[in-house]
């Protein structure tokens, strides 16, 4: 195989996904976004916990998107960066570990409006109201 066609099959594989705007996808839509067979979805599934797409009443996988994600992601991780299917999985519960651990957003410690101010101006605006009738 020549280097340009090497280079050009490595360009393939890094087009990004754009997933659209729906609740679930089909097992074929999501191998179609991702350009992956199903059979290898449905080997992921075995192999990486966080993928857990729901089955309809016919049992068919209904996919959301934050699963179509994972997808993305796992597929990156196993064929862009190299990673093997074990070392992808401690990959992925790092990644989710750290957002857990996120600090929370700091309270301002003094409330911009002091529950007195507030009330006093509530009190206005009802003697301002009673006034009129």
Request: hydrophobic residues 40%; positive net charge; proline residues 5%.
């Amino acid at each position: 195989m020549s280097l340009h066609k090497k280079a050009s099959k490595k360009a393939v594989r890094n087009v990004e996904v754009i997933i659209p705007d729906k609740l679930y996808f089909r097992i074929g839509e999501v191998a179609g976004l991702c350009r992956l067979p199903a059979y290898v979805l449905r080997f992921w599934e075995t192999e990486f916990p966080q993928l857990k797409p729901v089955k309809s009443s016919t049992g068919q996988r209904m996919y959301r998107k934050r699963d179509v994600e994972s997808v993305v992601r796992i597929k990156k991780l196993l064929y862009e960066d190299g990673f093997t299917i074990a070392g992808a999985r401690v990959q992925l519960r790092e990644e989710t570990k750290s957002e857990r651990n996120q600090s929370a957003l700091p309270f301002p410690m003094k409330p911009a409006v002091s529950v007195a101010h507030l009330r006093h101006e509530l009190q206005q605006i009802l003697h301002i109201l009673s006034a009129r009738h």
